[in-house]
């Protein structure tokens, strides 16, 4: 009996797997339009020799900074909106992780304006680590500051492209995950983040894995629950994969026997 169901969760985890390669196109990188958007580069390394001002003060470079499995935001911090709309979003779901801050990862957040400051920093750190709305260690999560050569350096590095637009700047919204060598492991677009992607790319993070990952298997095959705040298994969706997948195999089943009743006929 055990050995049966191995079996079968061993079958699901397959369909899942297969299904989630399918559908992968909607978790494609969303492009860049009009100079602004994501370019994913999985696989290569932020310079580590950019050198930037980190909210105490000190100069240091991504060297001396990462140090773990890195979440890497990049945004500017008088941003009207959408910036401080992604700093209390991420505020948020760090609240909700597991992992431990400084042990098991730590968040760096870069400025793309040149002309912030210290100040500027400052006032975007206090005000996220108070939509943690739990304690958080404050240098588990830095602001940085740095010259137009090290954020130019970064953002080319992690495909993120911006345009200046007068006094701001027309940019998109996500985050980069690093391991702790600096290499690009995971991008999540948008502003809506659940603790699971997050955990789940940390992990992935901590060993260097690079590419389609078990959080997009775990997302198609899992719908989150909102009102009991759990993860539901979507049978529907397993249902439907599992049928097109059988379809097919009847399918290619009766071609190749086709074929075998043919070549039989002609001896």
């Known amino acids: 009996m055990r050995r049966a169901r191995g079996l079968f969760m061993a079958a699901l985890l397959l369909v899942c797997a297969g299904s989630a390669a399918v559908w992968a196109h909607e978790e494609a990188s969303p492009g860049v339009w009009g100079g602004v958007g994501i370019e994913e580069r999985l696989g290569s390394f932020v310079p580590l020799d950019a050198g930037f001002v980190t909210d105490s003060g000190t100069p240091m470079t991504l060297r001396e900074l990462i140090h773990g499995p890195t979440i890497l935001a ?28 400084v042990r098991d990862y730590q968040v760096v957040t870069m400025t793309i304006d040149d002309h912030e400051t210290l100040a500027d920093a400052l ?7 108070e939509s943690i709305e739990a304690p958080f260690p404050p240098e588990a999560w830095q602001f940085l500051t740095g010259n137009a050569e090290s954020i ?5 590095a992690v495909g993120f492209h911006y345009v200046r637009n007068g006094d701001d700047f027309d940019h998109p919204l996500g985050l980069v995950i690093l391991s702790p060598q600096g290499k690009i492991v995971r991008y999540m677009t948008g502003t809506d983040f659940l603790p699971v992607d997050l955990k789940m790319s940390l992990m992935e993070a901590s060993t260097g894995t ?3 990952t078990i959080a997009r298997v775990m997302r198609f095959c899992f719908s989150y629950d909102p009102q009991n705040h759990h993860f539901v298994f ?12 059988v379809a097919l195999a009847l399918v290619l089943y009766l071609i190749l026997a086709g074929r075998k009743r043919r070549t039989a006929g002609r001896v």
Do not use: H, Q, W
């Open 152 to 156: 130019r350096k970064v953002a080319e």
């Open 210 to 212: 690079v590419g389609p």
């Open 123 to 129: 006032k975007a750190k206090r005000i996220s680590l």
């Open 234 to 245: 979507n049978i529907l969706r397993i249902t439907a994969s599992f049928t097109l997948l």
């Open 74 to 101: 990049l945004v500017y911090y008088r941003c009207p909106n959408a910036c401080d709309f992604l700093l209390t979003s991420m505020a948020g779901v760090i609240g909700r992780l597991s992992a431990v801050p």
